[in-house]
């Protein structure tokens, strides 16, 4: 196996980095109590990496804005959707919630002024909408989020980390960069422990860095990862934790901060990791 050693080039590049991400998340963080939403912290991460880009002299074309083949973006939106679908499907079965609340399908049929419509076919409607037209209105904060994590930081990683390195490390700091947001319960809920909440999460998001990790060396792509996390996100916390009738136990195993989700994301994750090894590290052998 070939040592890989980082460069200077590359390190001033990942210093640079992290230092503007630091400035960036500060104002992104204060903006949220002025605007109300989380945008203008998840459009921090891009920022830090345009300018790092620019201050660094590289390419902003090396971010990967090529679409790739249709198979790997089609992937990256049913991936989550498998996961999410086999954690709820086990949380529904094992009693840790019920499917399916019909005071959130009261809500949707009033606020789609659809009021003759059942719940079967207001679910569906739901469920296409916001899979297709909400999908596409959370793209720019999406976007300038993973310009960062997997535009810049896992094809750079990769220059001097095996695949394990590239994929855990930015699945880490992905992870860590939502800590204060829930540290300050901003983000999570008010039943588990903190101390629960961050691990399970930290869990998820991991997993989800490794597949997406995977998925953006495979393909050269950044969409896929953008796919990706606009699938993970609408499917969580717009359709199957909503549609969920939540019991005193729920919000131990629900949701990104619970412990089902996180387990079968991992598993999902563990297949990746293999791959990503056996495809990424034996190259460079």
Known sequence: MIKLKITKDTA???ATFFSLLIVCYCL?????FRMEQATPLMLSVGVA???TCISRKRSLASLGWQWGAWKYQWLSYLIPFIIVLLAYSII???GFGDFYNVDFLL???QHYNLGTWNDAEILLFHLTLVASVSFFVSLPSVLGEELGWRGFLVPELSKFMSF???ALTSGLIWSVWHWPLIIMGLYGNDVTPLSYQLF???MFILSSGVIMAYLRLKTGSLWTAVIYHMSANILIQKIFTPITLTNSVSSWYIDEFGAITALVSCSVAWYFLKKGIAEFDEIRA
Not at 28 to 32: C, D, Q, T
């Open 12 to 14: 001033l590049t990942l």
């Open 92 to 94: 529904w079965l094992g």
């Open 107 to 109: 809500k949707q049929k």
């Open 200 to 202: 399970f999460f930290t």
């Open 164 to 166: 394990t390195g590239v």
């Open 49 to 51: 990496t345009i300018i």
């Open 28 to 32: 992104g963080f204060w903006l949220i």
